[in-house]
C-alpha cells in the first residue's frame, strides 16, 4: 500500500486551509470547527437549533400546526435535550406539501435517490447549500482530495456528476463494453482519486482485478450512497493499491459523516445537522435550510453511535448508518448498479421533467430479480397516472435491463421484509450473486 506517512501529511496541510467562501458568508469555518471540543459543537448545535425552531413557526405553516398539535412552541425547545417534545416527520408530510416550503428563500431544488422506491423532491436555501458544499469539500481533504487541485474520477450518475477541472465521469451503465472503456479511460486519465457509488466501485475493482488493470496513480477512493461492507472494501484496496474512505450523506436533513484516516467509522457532522438515535432510527434536524426546513426528519436510515473517541482527535462523534439497500440487478449482460437504475429513468421518474411538472405518476418502484434473470417489478401509482407512464417506464426498463424476462404489475403496496422495511431491489438468484462476488 503506499506510502502512509506521505498520505497523511497531505491531510494535515490541508487541514490548515481556510475556506474564503464560507469566510465570506460568515456562516462557520468547518476547517475549524472539526477541532472544536464536544461541549463547545454542542453549544453550536443548540444556538442554531433554537434559531431553526422559532424560524419553522413563523415562516412555515406546516410546521406551525404540527408545533400547535403538540401544544409546543419555539420557546420550549432550548437544546437538543428537548427535541422529544417536537413530533417527527415523514417523508409523506413534506411530499408535494407547498406547506412546508418558503418558496422565497429557495436557491436551488434537489431530489432524494430514491433508495426506498420513492423519491422526494426539495428545496434548499442559500446558506444550507453553502453548508452542504463545503461539508462534502472538508470530507473529500479527509481523504486526501483537494478539490480541482488532484484528478478526479467519478463514476457517474444523473446527480453524482461532479464538475471541475481535473475531473472527469466515467460512464455509469457498468456492462461489460463500458467496463472496457472505463478501463481505457482511467488508464489514460491517470486520476489520484477515484469518487462513486460502493456498488459501482466494487464493480469496477472486481473488473480491474479479473483483466488485471492496474491503476497506479489513485492514491484513495471515496464510496458514497450505499453499505460499503468488508468485502467490498477489501476488493477496492486491493484493486487500486490504496485507502478506501466511506462517506454518508442525506441532503434531505443534512445528515452526514466521513470516514477520517483512522478509519474507525464515520465522523458525524455535528454543524451542519442533529442526529437523533430513536429506536435505532435515524431522526434529522437540519440546522440551516429555511426553504424546506426538516425538524426532526425521519429519514428512513438506521443508525448507531460507537460511544469511543476517535485517534484522529476529532471530538465528532463516531457513528454507524445502514438501512441503505445495495442489493443488485445482474442481467445476462453483466450487473446493473442500482444508483444507476434510480437516475437512469427506472426509479426517479419525472426528474428530468421541467421545472415544477415533477409529479410523476408512479410513486413506488420496487425491482425482485428471481433465478434465471427474471425480473418482477412492482409499482404503486399516484392517482394522475397515466397507461402511457407505464409504458414509457417499460420502454426504457428494456433498454437498461436487456435479456431479462421482465413482467411489471401495478400493486397497492410493496412487498416488506419481516421487519417492515420496502426494499428498492430484492436479488433471490444468490448463485448468480456469489458468481459475480457478492457475499449472500
Known amino acids: 500500500m503506499k506510502s502512509r506517512t506521505r498520505f497523511i501529511k497531505k491531510m494535515k496541510d490541508n487541514f490548515g486551509k481556510i475556506s474564503d467562501a464560507l469566510k465570506y458568508e460568515r456562516i462557520i469555518d468547518l476547517e475549524r470547527s472539526q477541532w472544536w471540543n464536544y461541549q463547545d459543537l454542542l453549544a453550536f448545535q443548540n444556538q442554531r437549533l433554537r434559531k431553526i425552531v422559532e424560524y419553522a413557526h413563523k415562516k412555515v405553516p406546516g410546521y406551525r400546526a404540527k408545533f400547535l398539535k403538540a401544544n409546543v412552541t419555539p420557546a420550549d425547545i432550548q437544546s437538543v435535550d428537548d427535541l422529544y417534545k417536537l413530533p417527527v416527520t415523514t417523508r409523506e408530510e413534506i411530499q408535494d406539501n407547498d406547506l412546508f416550503i418558503n418558496n422565497e428563500l429557495i436557491t436551488g431544488t434537489l431530489y432524494t435517490g430514491g433508495s426506498t422506491g420513492t423519491t422526494l423532491k426539495y428545496h434548499e436555501s442559500k446558506e444550507s447549500g453553502i453548508v452542504r458544499w463545503h461539508m462534502h469539500l472538508r470530507g473529500w481533504r ?9 484528478r478526479l474520477a467519478v463514476i457517474s450518475s444523473a446527480q453524482g456528476i461532479v464538475h471541475g477541472v481535473n475531473t472527469v465521469n466515467l460512464v455509469g451503465d457498468l456492462r461489460e463494453t463500458n467496463m472496457r472503456k472505463n478501463s481505457e479511460h482511467l488508464q489514460e486519465f ?14 469496477l475493482a472486481k473488473y480491474c482485478l479479473d483483466t488485471d488493470t492496474r491503476l497506479d496513480s489513485v492514491e484513495s477512493v471515496n464510496t458514497i450512497s450505499e453499505n460499503l461492507y468488508d468485502f467490498q472494501r477489501t476488493t477496492i484496496e486491493n484493486a487500486f493499491d490504496c485507502e478506501v474512505f466511506e462517506e454518508y450523506c442525506c441532503n434531505d436533513g443534512g445528515a452526514c459523516g466521513w470516514e477520517c484516516e483512522a478509519h474507525s467509522g464515520l465522523h458525524y ?32 436510515d438506521a443508525v448507531e453511535f460507537l460511544g469511543s473517541p476517535c485517534s484522529c482527535g476529532r471530538e465528532l462523534p463516531l457513528m454507524w448508518v445502514s438501512g441503505r439497500q445495495n442489493d443488485i ?10 444508483s444507476f437504475l434510480i437516475h437512469h429513468g427506472c426509479g426517479q421518474v419525472g426528474l428530468d421533467r421541467p421545472k415544477g411538472q415533477f409529479h410523476s405518476g408512479i410513486r413506488s418502484i420496487q425491482y425482485i430479480q428471481e433465478p434465471g434473470y427474471g425480473l418482477r417489478v412492482n409499482l404503486v401509482e399516484n392517482s394522475w397516472c397515466t397507461p402511457n407512464e407505464i409504458e414509457e417506464f417499460k420502454d426504457t426498463l428494456e433498454e437498461i435491463a436487456p435479456g431479462m424476462q421482465t413482467t411489471v404489475q401495478v400493486v397497492d403496496e410493496l412487498e416488506m421484509t419481516e421487519k417492515g422495511k420496502r426494499h428498492f431491489i430484492v436479488n433471490k438468484d444468490k448463485n448468480l450473486l456469489r458468481k459475480w462476488g457478492y457475499n449472500c
Open 142 to 150: 479527509w481523504g486526501g482530495y483537494e478539490y480541482g487541485q488532484q
Open 190 to 203: 491517470k486520476p489520484h482519486h477515484l469518487r462513486g457509488y460502493v456498488s459501482s466501485v466494487y464493480i
Open 269 to 300: 457532522c455535528m454543524e451542519r445537522a442533529i442526529i437523533e438515535e430513536v429506536d435505532g432510527e435515524m431522526i434529522v434536524t437540519d440546522l440551516w435550510n429555511k426553504a424546506t426546513p426538516f425538524i426532526r426528519y425521519k429519514n428512513g
Open 329 to 338: 440487478l445482474i442481467t445476462p449482460s453483466g450487473p446493473i448498479s442500482p
